[in-house]
């Protein structure tokens, strides 16, 4: 957009103001041009407060001579609809003859004498422009340094939250991201671990944490070579802040034992993690791929007997010998709770003597369940809960050659078995079918996958009988209503949604039948679907 100067006009220099911008820009670690560019505004504002905040003036700082120039811009247009900054096209020729659409014809005016209030104002304006030139330089430097560690020094405590200069800018350490015990005053120098940079109304907030896992990671990166150089990998951290860590590492080196460099000679790396934690003491730990090894591993110090993985549910049964259980367990269950923390499986810890009379009390319930099941003596059923079977179903649909290799059995007594266990078996779910009928369980919810007689009995006990009865349940409660162990928290997620799925099938069909309209006046087998919709 062009622009026609007139002639007449006043400059006022000032090549002070040159220095005091590059004073003020060194200062407060921004650009010289944001701090001319609010002096601009500030004589820009005095100037309107002048002459009138109808009027579009404008200031202009000379960046090599500091002049000041002010003047008044008026818009060449077809149409005038602001006489303040506005002027036709006519009027603008009659003052340059050479004038055109688009323009502005500059009014220049004699320099503004500040008075207490102008200047005022003027420096209000200043201040306020550089605090948001220095807000967004602030927010610019810190918003890719999130996952740092920076030290700072305290500058202010405020209800207990800490704020921490950072020399470019400040920092908020709540009280729950401190340590427990640890006192800090003002003037002292505290290390800490960026979490967030945010960009607020109020300005950039900058938070820091000395009890997130991460911080501790990043202080042995700090502290071991190999770390930094990624020969070791960190591979979990699981902080109870202040008592007790644990980490995982592992090595990308076979030739280097992962563990020995994070401790160091004499323990003086590890020792230095120590200090700046307060005393938090801390297990280095080898990381496995292997779940069972990894978990064996994350228990220490503890010796661990024996585990038993169930990977649907992410558990792991842990059993140590009975004099390990509370070295196992730790204090307050802090040793098996960071160990879960770091693998992410939930932890059940056993003794060996709890184990054997689990695993006695279960051989023995299994033993039951086959002989009043199949009519056969304990002996028999002893022998098939030895080899692993632990339900009618298992020896019904099992090949007769598997059953004919346990000891003392041959393909007569295989057979036999089998066969009793089917005949059992379509006894017992017609017995249960017959039950689901007297308890009105709807077909649709007996065909549902994945549910057993066994389980549609114990719903319709419960007074869930239909799928909608089944879709308005939470897992929780539907694992409390069916027998223990009858499916796992995935399973019952499964078949809620398959239950809830003719939900959205039938929703457009019934906004469609509550739109339209019974040629019986609303008495047809739709209508009451028709009402539901509408309700």
Not at 152 to 179: M, P, Q, S, Y
Not at 443 to 452: F, R, V, W
Not at 475 to 480: A, N, Q, S
Not at 481 to 492: G, R
């Amino acid at each position: 957009m062009s622009q026609t100067t007139l002639e007449g006009g006043a400059v006022h220099s000032r090549p002070e103001l040159l220095q005091v911008a590059e004073v003020v820009a060194r200062d407060r670690g921004i650009e010289q041009e944001e701090v001319l560019e609010a002096m601009e505004q500030a004589i820009q504002k005095a100037g309107r407060s002048k002459y009138g905040h109808e009027h579009d003036i404008r200031a202009t700082i000379n960046r090599k001579t500091g002049e000041i120039a002010l003047a008044r811009y008026m818009e060449i247009v077809e149409e005038v609809e602001n006489d303040a900054t506005q002027v036709d096209l006519e009027l603008g020729r009659k003052k340059k003859a050479d004038a055109a659409v688009g323009e502005f014809l500059i009014d220049p005016l004699p320099p503004i004498d500040f008075g207490r209030i102008a200047a005022q104002t003027a420096k209000q304006v200043i201040v306020q422009k550089v605090r948001e030139a220095e807000r967004k330089r602030q927010y610019q430097e810190f918003k890719d340094r999130v996952g740092e560690i920076v030290n700072g020094l305290v500058k202010r405590i405020e209800f207990g939250n800490i704020v921490v200069d950072l020399g470019r800018g400040e920092a908020l350490l709540r009280r729950d991201e401190t340590i427990p015990r640890e006192h800090f005053s003002t003037g002292d120098r505290v290390r800490s671990y960026i979490v967030d940079v945010r960009e607020e109304v109020r300005g950039p907030q900058i938070f820091l944490s000395r009890t997130h896992p991460q911080f501790m990671a990043q202080l042995f990166a700090q502290e071991v070579p190999e770390i930094y150089d990624g020969i070791i990998e960190i591979k979990a951290v699981a902080r109870d802040p202040g008592s007790r860590a644990k980490i995982a590492v592992i090595s990308n080196d076979s030739s280097i034992d992962p563990v020995g460099p994070c401790i160091g000679m004499r323990g003086s790396r590890v020792q230095a993690v120590v200090g700046e934690l307060q005393g938090e003491k801390i297990d280095i730990i080898q990381w496995s791929v292997d779940p069972a090894t990894f978990i064996v591993n994350a228990l220490a110090p503890a010796e661990v007997a024996k585990v038993v993985l169930d990977e649907e549910a992410n558990n792991i049964e842990v059993v140590v010998p009975d004099e390990q259980l509370s070295l196992a367990i730790g204090r307050r269950g802090q040793n098996v709770r960071l160990a879960s923390q770091l693998s992410g499986w939930g932890i059940d810890i056993l003794t060996e003597a709890e184990e054997s009379e689990r695993r006695i009390e279960e051989f023995n319930n299994r033993s039951k369940v086959l002989i009043e099941a199949l009519d056969v003596d304990d002996v028999i059923a002893h022998l098939l809960v030895t080899e692993g079977f632990s339900s009618i179903e298992e020896v019904a649909f099992v090949p007769v050659e598997e059953l004919a290799e346990i000891e003392g059995f041959d393909e007569e007594v295989a057979t036999e078995l089998r066969e009793r266990a089917r005949t059992y078996i379509t006894v017992r779910d017609e017995e249960l079918s017959r039950r689901c009928k007297e308890l009105e369980v709807t077909d649709e919810l007996m065909t549902l996958q994945g549910l057993t007689p066994a389980m549609l009995v114990a719903l319709g006990e419960k007074d869930v009988k239909t799928l909608d009865d089944l879709g308005d349940l939470a897992i929780d409660e539907l694992l409390e209503i069916l027998p223990p162990h009858a499916l796992t928290e995935s399973q019952a997620s499964a078949i809620i949604m398959a239950a809830r799925a003719h939900w959205f099938d039938d929703e457009e069909p019934e906004q469609s039948g509550a739109a339209g309209e019974s040629t019986d006046g609303g008495e047809g087998p739709d209508a009451p679907n028709a009402a539901k919709a509408e309700e």
